[in-house]
């Protein structure tokens, strides 16, 4: 059973950034390919970015590409997304978990996610 465990949420204005933290337990987990996602009020959850088991290759959505970057330390079992130029559309709730090859979802237990909340 893997565990998921995002922070570093917040409220910040148009403009801003934030860094996002996502600490996994209970499986290797430098053994996946890891990403974000995110949820806002009355939309779907949607992908937002990737990074490979070893770090070396990231992938974006483009609503986030250039503004947002996916990082990874495998020694702490922790994935990291710093976010940059924040906007309003970008306030939703993010949570991270293990990818599979078309970026979907690999496990089916989420964290609480962290909330992300950008003021215009």
């Known amino acids: 059973q893997v565990q998921l465990v995002e922070s570093g949420g917040g409220l910040v204005q148009a403009g801003g950034s934030l860094r996002l933290s996502c600490a996994a337990s209970g499986r290797t987990f430098s053994s996946y390919a890891m990403g974000w996602f995110r949820q806002a009020p009355g939309k779907e959850r949607e992908f937002v970015a990737r990074i490979s088991w070893s770090g070396g290759t990231a992938y974006y959505a483009d609503s986030v590409k250039g503004r947002f970057t996916i990082s990874r330390d495998n020694a702490r079992n922790t994935v990291y997304l710093q976010m940059n130029s924040l906007k309003p559309e970008d306030t939703a709730v993010y949570y991270c978990?293990?990818?599979?090859?078309?970026?979907?979802?690999?496990?089916?237990?989420w964290g609480q996610g962290t909330q992300v909340t950008v003021s215009s």
């Open positions: 978990n293990a990818l599979r090859a078309d970026n979907g979802p690999l496990f089916d237990s």
